[in-house]
């Protein structure tokens, strides 16, 4: 056996062995003070990797637990060992004299139709983040990642949105019904429906207060982080901070465009669903029109 084998073979005896030994654990481990429940592809890994480099910030074990979405039959005990012991809190507490949390980042919660009901169960008084952005290019860089992890089949993004109805028929209504079900297709093809984000947010709203749901336009973000960073580091109660470099995290690379015409077609499906999302929330995203 190679050395390489050997390590990755240990490596997975000693991450069983964690495992075993944070579940066992869970009940003395703290739940998340923060969720950022979404979008995919729209800026969600950066933005967690900028509040866990916060000192008065646990990290999560997983970025992207799923908890409430896809594992959601685990239980809460599986939930909890993922986060921080609370006699670890207590010490980074009393070291930097301040408040300390931990969150998680799991962007398919904005989608799921059963998420906002299961939060709120466990979690009512969470603070989340959901970040925006423009749904027409949210769609594409979904479909190219999906292309890029081997997980879409096909390769034209046309092909794709045109057979999407057909993909996905009957698989969000099974998951609003069915708490045991799961959907593949529902969280990966559904490139055109995940962004008719207004329905989505009227979803959660149900179920909290719109303050304790902060919403941020993903290209203003990526523009200039830092202010945007500043609010959401007030909005989960921390002490003021900023990373000195706001790195880009998930890029995902280059691709092919979509043509002028498809593009114009897609701003014009999702000028309502826009305007109804921009009335929901008092906020307007200009640059969304182009």
């Not at 010490?91 to 300390?100: P, T, W």
């Not at 969000?172 to 708490?179: G, I, K, Q, W």
């Not at 336009?217 to 990526?222: H, L, R, T």
Request: aromatic share 16%.
């Amino acid at each position: 056996m190679s050395a390489k084998k050997k390590t990755s073979f240990l490596d997975q005896i000693l991450y069983k062995g964690e495992e075993k030994l944070r579940l066992w654990s869970g009940a003395n481990r703290i739940l998340p003070e923060y969720l950022i429940i979404g979008a995919a592809k729209c800026g969600t890994t950066s933005l967690y990797n900028y509040l866990i480099l916060h000192p008065a910030v646990f990290s999560c074990f997983k970025k992207e637990v799923h908890y409430f979405d896809y594992y959601f039959h685990k239980g809460e005990n599986w939930y909890r060992s993922h986060f921080t012991t609370q006699q670890k809190l207590e010490s980074r507490e009393r070291e930097l004299s301040q408040h300390c949390i931990t969150g998680e980042s799991s962007p398919y919660y904005l989608a799921h139709p059963l998420s906002p009901q299961r939060v709120k169960a466990l979690l009512p008084n969470v603070k989340m983040i959901c970040m925006l952005r423009n749904p027409v290019d949210r769609a594409i860089s979904s479909f190219n990642n999906q292309v890029r992890l081997g997980i879409e089949p096909l390769t034209d993004f046309e092909e794709a949105i045109r057979l999407e109805d057909e993909r996905i028929f009957g698989h969000e209504e099974r998951l609003r019904h069915d708490p045991s079900y799961s959907s593949f297709e529902h969280k990966y093809f559904s490139y055109i429906r995940r962004g008719c984000y207004a329905e989505q947010l009227e979803n959660w709203y149900q179920h909290f207060p719109k303050d304790q749901i902060m919403v941020i336009q993903s290209e203003k973000f990526y523009e200039n982080p830092a202010p945007y960073f500043k609010e959401v580091v007030n909005f989960v109660g921390l002490n003021p901070w900023a990373p000195e470099k706001f790195k880009v995290f998930n890029a995902g690379g280059e691709y092919d465009k979509m043509s002028d015409t498809l593009r114009r077609k897609l701003l014009d499906y999702y000028q309502p669903h826009n305007e109804k999302l921009f009335q929901l929330i008092g906020q307007r995203f200009e640059e969304w029109g182009r």
